[in-house]
Every structure is written in structure tokens, then in C-alpha cells.
């Protein structure tokens, strides 16, 4: 009976083989299964500039102009995602960039679909005293009436020289200096009016003014001409 056992165990291969000797389950065996990445689909977007491209540390609002934007494109700047609206296939504009330490960074565009254009390099931050207010500004004011009122106002040698909301004018009958530091400037107590702002960029700028016309005085401005 013993020796029946014995040659029993022998027909059967003897011991199993231990877990170390066996093979290791391929890649692409069901126990390791792998989902590969969706491709891309959709249009491939162009990104060609940015306005403003020399903002201040603290970000601002702009213009992304390119080719193939598609409804629902999002808008990284410094690797920040920041909200956007698809105006067309041709142009973005964004309500705010994020604040950054002064140097290049990357803007990219990503479609739904998942492709991308990126623009490296293509945005520039700076510190705000290297702004200049001097031009002439188009601006739109009364903020609790959601900008509705025209405004404008022209600086030349850090002076206002003229300044107006809607279809009323300030008195402004000779330049009035302003008080200009760190991307800001101002004045206050000439006549009634004062005016504070603040240089966004080399083509943006924000602030309040109390002057005849222009409602609660909350401003955003762009340069319409560099003097």
C-alpha cells in the first residue's frame, strides 16, 4: 500500500512548483490591464499673441488672438487655469491673470477635445513702477452699473490734462499733477475732483475718480495712444 502511494505522487509531477519559479503575468495579461490615453479629437488651436503681453506682478485682464479656439477652450497662464470666454475662433479674452514673481511664463489654450497650443514665453511680468500713465485712455465707469458710462481721460508729463464721463466734462482749464509711485497715481482736492489709478499693464489700468457724470467713480481703462 505504501509503495502504491509513493508512485502515485510521482504520475502527478510530484510538487507543485513554488510561486517564485513562476512566470510573471505580461503587461497585457487581464490581471494588469492597461487603458491607454484617449486621443486628441477636434480642431488643433493656433495661439499667435497676447494683450496685454508686459503686465504687472499682480495680473490683469487681456486678449488671446490665434486660430481654431472651439466653445469651451481653457486658458492656462503659468501653468494657473484662469476663466475665460470664447468670444470667436479667433479670440479669448480672460478676466484676470494670476499674480506672479516678474519673468516669462507660458500661456496655453486647450480645446475640449484635449488639444493644445502654447505660446512659451509669450506673457512677461514686471514691476509696476515700470509702467508709464502717460497716453490717452479710454475707460468705462460707474461699476455698480456695470461700466455702462463711457469715460476719458489723457495724461501728458504726469499731469491730467483733460477728463470726462459720458457727456460731461471735468474742469480741467490747466494740468493738474499727479502724484505717481509704484505703478500708481492720483490727485485729490483740485476743484472738487480727485482721481486715484493703478498701471495694470503697459496698456491697462484700473482705479476711482469722483468727478462729475461718471456714477459711483469704479473705473477700467485701456491706452488708446502712447504719447
Not at 496685454?52 to 487655469?81: D, K, M, R, Y
Not at 501728458?156 to 482749464?173: K, R
Not at 499727479?178 to 493703478?198: I, P, R
Request: net charge negative; hydrophobic share 35%; glycine share 12%.
Amino acid at each position: 500500500m505504501l509503495l502504491t502511494v509513493a508512485l502515485t505522487t510521482a504520475a502527478c509531477g510530484g510538487l507543485p512548483p513554488s510561486p517564485s519559479s513562476l512566470p510573471a503575468p505580461s503587461a497585457s495579461s487581464p490581471s494588469n490591464p492597461i487603458d491607454p490615453a484617449p486621443s486628441p479629437t477636434g480642431l488643433q488651436p493656433t495661439v499667435t499673441r497676447i494683450l496685454p503681453n508686459l503686465v504687472t506682478t499682480a495680473g490683469t485682464w487681456g486678449t488671446i488672438t490665434g486660430l481654431q479656439f472651439e466653445s469651451g477652450a481653457t486658458v492656462t497662464i503659468a501653468n494657473v487655469a484662469v476663466f475665460s470666454v470664447v468670444h470667436d475662433s479667433t479670440t479669448i479674452q480672460f478676466s484676470n491673470s494670476p499674480a506672479h514673481a516678474a519673468g516669462q511664463v507660458d500661456v496655453v489654450v486647450t480645446n475640449p477635445g484635449g488639444r493644445a497650443a502654447t505660446l512659451a514665453g509669450g506673457y512677461t511680468y514686471a514691476a509696476p513702477d515700470s509702467f508709464d500713465a502717460n497716453g490717452d485712455w479710454i475707460a468705462h465707469a460707474d461699476g455698480s452699473n456695470h461700466y455702462l458710462t463711457d469715460m476719458h481721460f489723457t495724461i501728458q508729463n504726469n499731469a491730467l490734462v483733460s477728463l470726462s464721463c459720458g457727456s460731461e466734462a471735468a474742469p480741467v482749464t490747466t494740468p493738474i499733477t499727479l502724484t505717481v509711485q509704484n505703478g500708481g497715481f492720483s490727485f485729490s482736492g483740485v476743484g472738487g475732483l480727485s482721481m486715484s489709478g493703478k498701471l495694470d499693464s503697459t496698456t491697462t489700468s484700473k482705479g476711482q475718480v469722483n468727478a462729475p457724470g461718471c456714477g459711483d467713480g469704479i473705473w477700467w481703462a485701456d491706452k488708446s495712444v502712447r504719447f
